[in-house]
């Protein structure tokens, strides 16, 4: 099993829809959560970061973290073409000091417009 | 800030060839890491540093691989002797020390390794 799964997509939306990516992870004690946007042929940029359970909302995303079922989500709201990216999914280790991330295999999100 | 900076950003090499490809972290920031990055085997953490000093390299794939962080502003990542499965993209990021749960990474432009 893998330590986070991601679904490959790709996840074809209508702009100005709501994109709905998902995420888990098997690390029961993993603490911290992060969704990095990258685009074909660029690095991975840092879109969202989340560390409680609950929704953290910013602009138009909202990141949804549920440790107890080890699922961690994103939503764009208003999706625009612009948001049409691979979005990869990373989760921080519950050991102390280990800084290191590992990363889902990423959703390829298209925004049709 | 310049960002991570890494060089080159192509790289086309034969086999057997050594290849040695660079970072220069964000000033000030304490944390280095290295990751290669696949389609078959999405992104992946091959070593990371602190302080100049590595702290996890299980995931360098083998012998043929090795880096180094002589100062607070510069890495490299040799390969010798490279071989064809080694083409990837190669990412270096960087990070501030603070509490574990908010070191956000930064990644450099990759640099696009092709070994023929």
């Known amino acids: 099993q893998k330590e986070v799964e991601q679904n490959s997509g790709p996840l074809s939306v209508p702009e100005g829809a709501i994109a709905s990516l998902n995420c888990t992870y098997s690390d029961r004690v993993s603490q911290s959560f992060f969704w990095y946007r990258q685009y074909s042929g660029k690095s991975p940029e840092l879109i969202m970061s989340i560390y409680s359970n609950g929704d953290k909302e910013d602009g138009r995303f909202t990141a949804q973290l549920n440790k107890a079922s080890q699922y961690v989500s994103l939503l764009i709201r208003d999706s625009q073409p612009s948001d049409s990216a691979t979005y990869l999914c990373?989760?921080?280790?519950?050991?102390?000091?280990?800084?290191?991330?590992?990363f889902g295999s990423g959703t390829r999100l298209q925004v049709q417009p | 800030d310049a960002g991570v900076i890494q060089s080159p950003r192509h790289e086309v090499t034969e086999m057997g060839q050594e290849v040695t490809l660079r970072c220069k972290p964000i000033s000030g920031h304490d944390y280095l890491f290295w990751y290669r990055q696949t389609m078959m085997r999405g992104l992946e953490l091959l070593i990371y540093f602190n302080n100049n000093v590595p702290i996890d390299d299980s995931g360098m794939p083998e012998d043929r691989f090795s880096a180094k962080m002589p100062n607070a502003s510069f890495s490299t990542l040799k390969i010798q002797p490279s071989e064809p499965r080694d083409s990837a993209v190669y990412f270096c990021?960087?990070?501030?020390?603070?509490?574990?749960?908010?070191?956000?990474?930064?990644f450099g432009p990759g640099t696009r390794l092709t070994v023929l």
């Open positions: 990373a989760v921080q280790a519950g050991d102390t000091g280990r800084r290191a991330l590992t």
């Open positions: 990021a960087s990070s501030l020390w603070g509490p574990v749960l908010e070191s956000e990474q930064f």
